[in-house]
């Protein structure tokens, strides 16, 4: 007895408190994001005005809103060009290198790296007073290019940054793929004579997918919610020509007071990346959908028929009733 | 009788004992009481002096023993948003300073501070009322200065300017003999543009409420109006390229070594920037600097209007549970010898009438403005500040779209257009 009301505090306790720190720490504030989204607060004011959805018509009609975007979209589309490359890099490690272990570490080191450390490391190679990079190329007689200054390069600066941070745990999930993969399949493909491309595109890949998707997603949460980079290195300038969605976010509230329209863009990016991340995986895995849609159609044919077999037995029923009272 | 008498002496005796026992216990309890104010400043609002050089706490011990004064310090960047933070979950301290742009956001959590000794002999604090209420006492005031070299001014027989025209000549010449960079600015730091950018309209005929003036106009950015005069000058000064090779390349502690270390002719920073540089030149280099007023005027018949910025508006929110206490030790500061300690100490221009600052190559350089006219930087009306959050206005930031060129015609067009879509849909 005493055995059974201890497991059961345990379980209670185990059940409660993450349901109370759910509750407390994403619902709670989530729902409040959402609230707020549909007001005019300033952030400082104890009262405010509900504006209908005024706040979030804005965030689909200001250009400065779509400029950021513009800027996340680079982020997307670089890691998006990088991940063959990451593939590659992964099977090599996989394959090719003797002794991965200390490649593996060196690949993922900047992934555990403080951001803020990384973007200060860079800021020093970007400079265009002393910086490395000018440096080197003014061995090569190179004129000094203005890395974070000029609106045409910034961005790309950046993106390398951010490449070069987040290159290594791809590679490491890739691998981790890659190991999963039975190597007989490979072995096989080898013996029947199957080029490293064909092995590549008919085994690895089709072998991969869920990694891959979760890369995808990684990159498009990643990209969308790119903050500390511009941020630390250039603070969205020059102007607002580095400015990310969540930079600009922040500073709708916090800068420009304007607590309201910042809550509606926060909704609004995490509903894209629910989107981005659906449509992905309809591209990436068609099959789990239409398995997922199959399955959905059949519960639907089959609650279709019992209620046709009701209606059926009903009719029957009210048929025979009919004829009893003519009978009678 | 007698023993009437006696028994009335007793009686008058145990009564006094009983009175003074009773005054003992009252003093007792006040002195028991303890309060703990909470004073929150942001770096570079002379915090090193009041938490360490001469401690406030320490000196208000004095006048109030049962009154600790905890301080804190946050670093300026992140001054705004920590306290606006602070406020939502009803934190604030008990004294704390808002900034004049900020002051309108912050009014509804504030305490009118009308009535108070602190209010009545502070000079700042009558002209930056909201709706007939003071809601923060400006510790200092500020000048706005060019600082300069004056040994590159020596060599290239260079000359105090007293128009704008003078003065973009006199940058145009340090940079045709090609050794100094004429004006540091390290505008990766947005706010480094700030006397420009932020100050100029209200030097130009602009006044002291140039954005409360500008909320009601249709077209601000037309030519003819005082925001487009004061940075259509700029445009044509940017456009000479003053700052060196790339001023969007490096930031505010650049912009100081390069002055410091003679790279750059000139800088144009507040009054607070001696400070910074003591720190970091030594005595006899220090003499090697000067300072002169930026002359917004076009010709020498104009006044030479130069900006006083009230700074450090201590205030006290509503909901302040020591609102007295705290009340009570802005009028000790204000009234004190420790605010006059202060002042001398920061460089600054007390906001209290009969103090009087330190004596300084910047008092000679007021003194020596040919036909002046005190302008004071107000931080716009409510309506203002709807307008420009609406459409994140932010003159700094133009600064650096500016200094990295424009096409200005179209750059004041697009704020025209953007200034009324703000004004329809704010009213």
Known sequence: MKDKTQRSILLACFLAIPTILLFVFVLYPGFKLALISFTDWDGINPNYNYVGLKNYTQVFQRKDIWQSLKNNNLYFMLHLLFIPIEMYLAMLLDRYIKKSEFFKTIVFMPYIINGVAIAYMFSFLYSSEDGVLNGLLALGHIGKIRWLSDPKIVNYSLVVVSLWRFTGVHIILFLAGLQSINKDMLEAALIDGASVFQQFIKIIIPNMKSILSIVLFLNVRGALMVFDIPFVMTSGGPGTSSTTFALHTVKTAFEFSNFGLACAMAIVLIIAIIVISVVQGLVLEPEKFKGKLDKIKGLVKKEKLKVEEVIEKEGERLEEEKSKRVTV | ?427
């Open chain 2, 1 to 427: 009788m007698k023993r009437y008498l006696k028994v009335l002496g007793m009686g008058t005796m145990l009564f006094m004992a009983a009175c003074g026992d009773g005054e003992k216990k009252e003093v007792a309890k006040t002195e028991d009481k303890k309060v703990e104010l909470t004073f929150v400043t942001y770096s570079g609002t002379g915090e090193e002096y009041m938490m360490d050089t001469n401690s406030l706490s320490e000196a208000y011990k004095k006048i109030a023993p049962n009154v600790t004064i905890k301080m804190e310090k946050i670093p300026a960047t992140e001054y705004d948003n920590t306290m606006k933070i602070r406020n939502s979950a009803q934190k604030l301290p008990d004294i704390f300073p808002v900034r004049v742009v900020t002051m309108e956001s912050f009014k509804s959590v504030l305490l009118p501070l009308n009535g108070t000794e602190a209010a009545k002999v502070n000079k700042f604090a009558k002209d930056f009322e909201i709706d007939g209420n003071i809601y923060g006492l400006p510790m200092y005031g500020f000048n706005e200065f060019v600082y300069y070299r004056k040994s590159v001014f020596n060599e290239l027989g260079l000359e105090i300017p007293t128009t704008w025209g003078e003065f973009v000549a006199l940058s145009a010449k340090i940079k045709e003999n090609g050794v100094y960079t004429p004006m540091a600015l390290g505008a990766k730091d947005s706010w480094t543009t700030y006397p420009f950018n932020e100050f100029m309209p209200f030097l130009v005929p602009g006044g002291n409420d140039i954005w409360s003036k500008m909320a009601v106009e249709k077209d601000p950015f037309s030519p003819g109006k005082p925001f487009y005069t004061a940075y259509d000058m700029l445009d044509k000064y940017y456009n000479t390229k003053p700052f060196g090779e790339d001023p969007l390349g490096y930031g505010w502690d650049q912009e100081k070594s390069m002055f410091a270390s003679k790279k750059a002719a000139m800088l144009a920073s507040g009054q607070w920037f001696y400070m910074d540089l003591e720190k970091e030149m030594s005595k006899e280099t220090l003499e090697d600097i000067g300072v002169f007023v930026l002359p917004a005027r076009e010709t020498k018949d104009e006044p030479f209007r130069y900006l006083v910025s009230a700074e450090v508006f201590l205030s006290i929110p509503k909901y302040s549970k020591n609102a007295d206490e705290a009340k009570k030790f802005l009028d000790w500061f204000f009234t004190s010898d420790y605010y006059k300690e202060y002042v001398t100490y920061m460089n600054v221009l007390p906001a209290v009438e009969g103090v009087k600052g330190r004596e300084s190559m910047f008092n000679v350089a007021i003194a020596n403005i040919p036909n002046p006219e005190v302008v004071l930087q107000k931080g716009g009306d409510e309506r203002f500040r709807k307008i420009a959050n609406y459409i994140s206005f932010d003159v700094k930031r133009m600064g650096q779209e500016m200094i990295q060129g424009v096409n200005f015609t179209e750059y004041m067009n697009e704020f025209n257009k953007r200034w009324t879509e703000a004004q329809e849909n704010t009213k």
